[in-house]
Structures are given as C-alpha cells and as structure tokens.
C-alpha cells in the first residue's frame, strides 16, 4: 500500500513538473462536472480553479442542479458541442449508466478524467472501462472500513447499526457501503447492519429514513451516513430524537454542520474526503497530458482525514473541513 | 383541473367572434403564435450570443447541437405527449415520471432475460419493447378506471399510483441500477440514420455507422439517432390521433363539457381509461428508449422529468381547465426547454437559470391563454360565478 502510494506520489510529482513547464506552450480548454450541488463538490470546484489559475488553463464549470444521468447527460452533451473543449472532469452519477454518453465525448476528441466516482469498477487498465485517462478520488472501500471501526468503536462493539445512502450504483457510496459492511461481518459479530436505505441525495429523505429506523429499533446503537447528505439527514434524525449520544453517528463528509454535531456529542466520528486535492490534481493531471507526459497513473487514491473530538480544534486537521468563501 | 366541464362551449353561431376589432384580431393571432416566437428569438438569441461570449471559438447553431438538442427532447417530450391528451381533456397525470422509471427497469429486465434464454438480439429488444410499454399501460389501465368508475380525482389517484410504481420499480431493480444487458443494445439506443463526416477523407453514410477513428471520429456528426426517429413516429402518431379521428373529437369534447359529453353519448369512462393507457404508454416508450441509450434499467431515471414535461404540456398551450391545446404546441414547449438547457451551458452560465425562466415562462403561457378567453369571450362558469 504504502510503497504504492509513493510511486503515485513520484508519478503525480513528475506530471507537475513537466506541466508547469509547457502551461503556456499548450492553451488548453477544460470543462468541470461535477455530480451535484453540495459542499464536497464546491470544494472540489475552488481546487479545479485554483489549479486552472496557477497553470493558465481555461475552465467552464456546469454544476447539474440534481443528482442522475437523466440530469447530467444532457449538460455533458452541450458541453461536448461547444466544439473548444479538450478535457473533461467528470463525477459519472451512475457508473454503468454514464460509460455510453463519456465515451461519446471522448469520440468527439476530448479525453475524460473521472473524479470522486468511476466509471465500470474504476480500473481503467484491465476493467471493462479503460478510456478515462485516471480516477482521481478516496479509495471508497477503504473509507467504509475505517467508518466501520470508528463506529463499532464508539458503540463499544456491540449493537444494532443503519447505514443511510445516497443512489444505488455509484461507485462512491457503493464502495463506502461495501467496505462498511465488510468489516463488520468479519470483525464485530455482535454487531447487527441494516440498510442501506436510499435518500436520493435529499437531506430531508434522509432525516425521514433514520427517524423511522429510530421508531422501528429502540435499541439502535450507531448510524452510518454515506455522504454529505446522508449524515445531514442521520445526525439531524438523531438530535430531534433527543438520542445525542445515545446514538452514535459516523459521518462520511467533513461539512461544517458535521462538525457542528460533533461538538454537540451527536457525531463521533468524520471522515473528511480531499476534494480539493482531487479537483486541483485532475487539471494538473489534463494539463500533463495534454504536454505528453504517458506515464499518469490511471488511479490516485487522495486519502482521508479522520476528525474525531480529540482533534477537531487542531489546524492541520480543521483545514479539510470543507469551507467555501463567503458560504 | 378538476373543474370538469365548468367551460361552457359556446355553439359555433353564437361566438361573438364577429365583434372583433382589428388590435384585439392582432392580440388573438399573437396569443396563438407566441410560443413559435418565442423559441425563434430564444434560438436567434443563443446563436449572436454564444459566440460572442466565447471570443468565436463556440458556435450555437451546429449540426452536432441540433441533434443533442433532438436527444435531450426525447423523454421530456414523450411525457408530455401522452400528457397533453389527458390535459386536454381536463384531467392530470403525475404518475407519469415514475411510469417511465418502471418500464426502463421492466424493459432491462426482460430484455436481458429474453437474450440470456438464446434470443437473438433484435426479437430481445422487442421483448423489453413489450415488458417495458405493456407494464406502462397497466398501470394507466388502473389509473383510469380509478378516475373514470371510482370518481376520484386523477391528481389524487396518480399521485396515489405514482409511489406505488415508484416502489415497484425500486423492488424489481433490487435497488440498484439493472446492468449486465447486451452490448449490442448500444447501438439501437445511440446510432443514428444518417453519419455525415465534413471535409477530407469524410462523407455522408446512410444506415452505417463508419468504422472510423482518431481526427475523422472527431469530426463526424451523427444526423437522426433511432431514438430521435421513433419519437418523430409517436409525434405522428399522436397528431394524427388527437386532431384527425373521434377518438381526438372525444377528447376535446370531454374537456370542453363532461356532462354535454355523456349526454351527447360519449362512452367518457371508456375513453378516460383509454386516455390513462396512452399516458402511460408514452412514458413507457420513454423509459424503454432510456434503456437502450443509457444500456441500464434504472428505477430513477424517471423521477427529474415529471415536472419539465407538464411545464412543455403547459407551455405549448394545453389549457390546464381542459378542452384546449395541440400535439404540435406541446412539440414547441418541450423544443423551448430543451433548447435553454444546451443553450445555457454553451453560454457558460448556471443551470439554475433554467429554472427561473421555464417558470415565468410557464405562468406567461397561462396568463396568454386566460386572456385569450378573454378576448373570444369564453368564459368559465366558476369565474363568472
């Protein structure tokens, strides 16, 4: 693990180099799409930008004002029409379901970079999908299993638990899902997982659906929220209960009423993603390319921060809380 | 929308259309016309603006951006279309978003059950065909007898049945998106009539996708998808039966008066079930095209268009009190959301903005159409009340 991240980190380094070389030689036009309106997306915008400013490229930003194909495709259509664009930064809102309209897009001469999701099963040298250029985003599964943890943690190793998510077949939450359930099948027998149930990325759905599981399981011991919208609903579920405390939230996405609700006791745990770092490296990585540099890694996994009470206060940590200027 | 049969019908030699003067003549032509207008100057306005936002380097009137704004159409469109006879005659169907989601999870599953049993291809997607647009239909099938026998109000019972499809749809997907469908699939949901590749070494192909690639892949424009083709036919098909045979007369009779309509003996709880099936159906068709082109049933893909389509139905001119609009108005409206998507992005402006002005947009069209009453002297026997 350790020693391929180092090799990434070389890869990435080098691609910087060679692209702060030939920013000006190549004017090169990007187009950002993002899956959502939410903080986790904005944060990635301000990276795309700041990368854009500090290596002279253009960018054009379309955020779909819900999450699904049916909304995202034709955004992506128009933005392949224009005709100037050479990349695109995408996050696929179904990883299935987006291969057929990306692959249209790189049909028409513009090479794809997949961030925070993926497309197939996200190896892009020997899955099914292999036109996108990288995946640049948190290794999902691996967040599942550290969430995991924190949370039959915090409950002390026993109980009930409810995993509130978004959509089904995103690669993100999916692989969230998955890494969630894995480990506590094989590390917490005494831990019992029900869900997920599927909020359609509506925080008030979410709140909804962990009330109701509240109602149904008195004895419920932890929640698992999935995403930014997933632990809004989970925690906000929890505090109108008057179950600060008793119920124990883990909370995938570092928004500030994330860490509002751990200080009130109600989230024990937060794992905060690198959208930033995902945004500004996806156009380090287009501009890369577009100087010729071949050897890019096809997956950069960003990491996390795992914010907990202990170390909320501490800068170095509070800064991948994800903050945008003058919201 | 409920008030059925609280439009009073003037007989044809009673209408005080004699007493016209010239303005309001000019103010009734402008009331028919406007939403043509309006999309030509919203197209006028997009091809000077877009490439001057851009310094040139974009172009708003392409043979690529027609096309993507004849796919983005598609399902907003086959809502509406359906939608537009169930206005007319004063009834609403909400159910129609998740219909679609159903018949895109049922057409993916037939469809992949049909070609793992040994079908060939083509006889598999007339399978998803038939699962997709038949599970479509019962659900208006019970729509309509709900509202037709029951008498209940068809915003409560398509409401009603709209979660219940939508629970469905979910349980049959297993809640997640149906996959593992045949690659072929692909190209009955995105290959087109006619390939058209400009300049050196390019051509026009009729019916064959070139086996291309590199620079002359980039230029090539792909000209009638099949799924554009289709919509085209059912377009037809619904002109051709709203404005040409009694089953559109009926319709209009309808929402023009329920009472007049039995009395005149109208089998209007027949033709509301009728109406509730074809509703259906074209969701159905569009849920059955959204799986060819996206080659994945989904359970929500449905779910953002219910609102866009009833906007286009409104837009084109249906009125929402029944008895009026065309199949050719609803066409315009959907064009008219459509062409605001494509034309935003291209400007580089957020897609919010969409919203704002389909909404003014849409209360424009029901003021224009309650002013033109106005001037024919209809008058609603509420209103007057």
Redesign the interface.
Known sequence: MLRKQSLLAIAAGLALAVASQSADAAKIKIGFLPGVVDPFYQVMQLGVEAAAKDLGVDVVTQIPPTWGVQVQTPILDSMIARGDLNYIITAPTDKDQMVGPLKAAVDAGIKVITVDTFLGDGDYVKGPVKFPISYIGSDNTEGGRIAARGLAKAIGGEGTVYINSTNPNVSSVEGREKGFKEVIEKEYPKIKVLGPDYNLDDPNKATQQTAAVLEREPKLAGVFGTNVFSAQGAGAAVVNAGLGGHVQVVAYDATKLAIELMGKGVVSLVLAQKPFDMGYMAVQFAVADAAGVTSLPRRVETGFAIIDKDNVKDPAVARFVYQVPGK | MTERGSRIVLPAGTSPSGLRTSSQRLALLLSRIWAWLFLALMILFFVIAVPLM?GG???FL?I??SQ?IL??II?VLLLGLGQTFVIIAAGIDLSVGWVMSLASVLSALALRWAFDSGAPLFPAVLVGLVAGVGGAAVVGFVNGVIISKLKVPAFIVTLGTSFIVRGVAYLM?E???V?GLPAGI?AY??DALLYYIPGEGGGLYFLDRPEVSG?L??R?DTILPYPVVVTAFVVLCTMFLLHKTQFGRHTYAIGGSLQAAERTGIPVDRHIIKLYILSASTAGIAGFL?TL????G????????LLSSIAAVIIGGVSLFGGAGTVIGTVIGALII?VL??GL??L?V???WQ?IVVGTVVIIAVLIDQSRDLITGRQRRNAAA
Request: net charge positive; charged share 15%; glycine share 4%.
């Open positions: 851009s380097s974009v172009n392409t690529r951006n993507n796919v983005a399902p997907s809640n997640t998106t996959i692909r949901g995105n620079e892949l980039r090539m959204s082109r996206f080659t994945a989904s359970a929500v893909i449905g779910d953002p268009l459509a998507t494509t992005v291209m580089n957020e897609a919010f919203f």
